[in-house]
């Protein structure tokens, strides 16, 4: 595709409710980021994919968050029992080459617990 | 403290004026760095990285970095309205991922 694409672009949820939510990155991309984006601050990392290997999932804020890229394109970030401190834009980013410096960022999923 | 940080803002300025975004970074094993534009609702963009100490100039935009002081900056040159946007800083430390700041809110008057 031309560029990386996240679905939904809108969440909200019931407290307590499961989400999943999807990211389509660029066409050949290796590497595939998550980042959690509060408002009014920064993104800050979650996990990051290599293929369909997960390298790094050090940023998962509890095991409620689980990532998975089974066939190394397509990526889920699911998020069980959400709570209210759940609620940011969750983007995700892709790059070619594994660096993270080269990576192009979707337009974010939108999540709103209530 | 923050890894990375940034003044918040909102910072304001005139039209053709030079912007001035500032930054400091707590880890020194942090080799490289960059500045992202963020407009609101939208995903972050990268415009500059840096990766020596000095400047880096690209268009209207240079990026400053000094090790010794583990500060970075962003000066736009003749900024435009079109610059109006969060830009939020980032370090990375060699590990795949970027560690970010709070962002700044600039906003060009005309």
């Known amino acids: 595709g031309a560029g990386v694409s996240q679905s939904p672009r809108y969440k909200v949820a019931k407290r307590g409710q499961d989400v999943a939510l999807r990211c389509d990155p660029i066409?050949?991309?290796?590497?595939l980021f998550w980042y959690q984006q509060a408002l009014g601050q920064g993104p800050e990392f979650l996990t990051y994919f290599q293929n369909e290997a997960q390298l790094d999932k050090s940023g998962l804020p509890s095991d409620r968050f689980f990532a998975e890229r089974p066939e190394g394109s397509v990526s889920t970030l699911k998020i069980q029992r959400t709570q209210q401190e759940d609620s940011a834009v969750y983007l995700c980013a892709s790059s070619y080459e594994g660096f993270v410096t080269e990576a192009f960022f979707g337009q974010g999923t939108r999540l709103t617990v209530v | 403290q923050k890894e990375v940080e940034q003044n918040s803002g909102p910072l304001s300025v005139p039209e053709g004026a030079i912007a001035s975004l500032n930054c400091t970074y707590s880890?020194?094993?942090?080799?490289?760095f960059f500045w992202y534009r963020q407009y609101s609702g939208k995903s972050p963009e990268l415009i500059m990285s840096?990766?020596?100490?000095g400047d880096k100039e690209d268009g209207r935009f240079t990026a400053q970095l000094n090790k010794a002081s583990q500060y970075v900056s962003l000066l736009i040159r003749d900024s435009q309205p079109s610059d109006s946007a969060t830009y939020l800083c980032a370090a990375n430390t060699g590990a795949q991922k970027l560690v970010f700041g709070q962002g700044t809110r600039l906003t060009i008057n005309p």
């Open positions: 840096i990766y020596s100490n």
């Open positions: 880890d020194r094993v942090s080799q490289s």
């Open positions: 066409s050949g991309h290796v590497s």
